[in-house]
């Protein structure tokens, strides 16, 4: 089993630009999360989808889009890039019902110029 | 809404304990979660505790909650350079049903000097 796998691992970006971060899991989970993480700031759910052909707003979902294509994959898009967006994006699947585990992805290292 | 806290840095010795904080908001969190972030990769589980426990311990590893304060702490004992990484604590917001949704705190960096 792979787990989760995200791309790209880098990726620079100029002001203004759009690119979609892709995530696949293999574990057959149903909830799948996208995270960015910066310094002091933790971990800040951007997106989750709680089922396939469900998607949610987290805490910090402006300047994002998501789909969740399948089971499997759940993408996070941006539409128009801007420096704030400048962060590490994780991608996470969950499993448990009582208790939950959260499988993160390597991250993503998003620079935007 | 729920609120997760914890101090930014934490430096010990290799051999000393460390001893890693956290404040939480929600009381009626079932479940409280450590998770550890080593360098340039997501995060893993490392550890649970039940809301019901005071205690949970797991070889170098002691969780201690106090829910009365809402504090829950994560002590590890002869801590090594590998234990070298980001901590955060976690927590399941009021209502996330079966989502399995998580309020991160900020993350503890621990560093292990030799």
């Known amino acids: 089993n792979a787990g989760v796998t995200q791309t790209p691992k880098f990726q620079v970006l100029k002001t203004g630009q759009s690119m979609t971060l892709q995530c696949a899991q293999d574990?057959?989970?149903?909830?799948m999360y996208w995270y960015r993480q910066d310094p002091g700031m933790g971990l800040r759910l951007i997106y989750y989808s709680a089922s396939e052909g469900t998607t949610d707003k987290g805490e910090v979902p402006n300047g994002y889009n998501v789909s969740r294509l399948n089971k499997r994959e759940f993408s996070l898009r941006l539409e128009s890039a801007a420096p704030s967006q400048t962060s590490v994006y994780f991608c996470?699947?969950?499993?448990?019902?009582?208790?939950?585990?959260?499988?993160f992805g390597p991250g993503t290292r998003l620079t935007v110029l | 809404g729920e609120d997760v806290e914890q101090s930014l840095f934490l430096s010990v010795r290799e051999g000393d304990s460390s001893v890693i904080n956290c404040t939480y908001t929600?009381?009626?969190?079932?479940?409280l979660y450590w998770y550890k972030q080593e360098p340039g990769a997501g995060l893993q589980l490392l550890t649970y505790i039940f809301s019901n426990m005071d205690m949970k311990q797991d070889q170098r590893l002691t969780v201690l909650l106090n829910k009365k304060d809402k504090h829950l702490s994560l002590r590890i004992a002869d801590t090594q350079t590998g234990d070298s990484a980001i901590y955060f604590c976690?927590?399941?917001?009021?209502?996330?049903?079966?989502?399995?949704?998580?309020?991160f705190g900020q993350g503890t960096t621990l560093q292990v000097k030799p």
């Open positions: 976690a927590e399941t917001p009021h209502g996330s049903g079966n989502t399995g949704k998580l309020i």
């Open positions: 996470a699947s969950v499993r448990g019902s009582v208790i939950w585990e959260q499988f």
């Open positions: 929600d009381s009626s969190s079932t479940y």
């Open positions: 574990m057959n989970h149903n909830s």
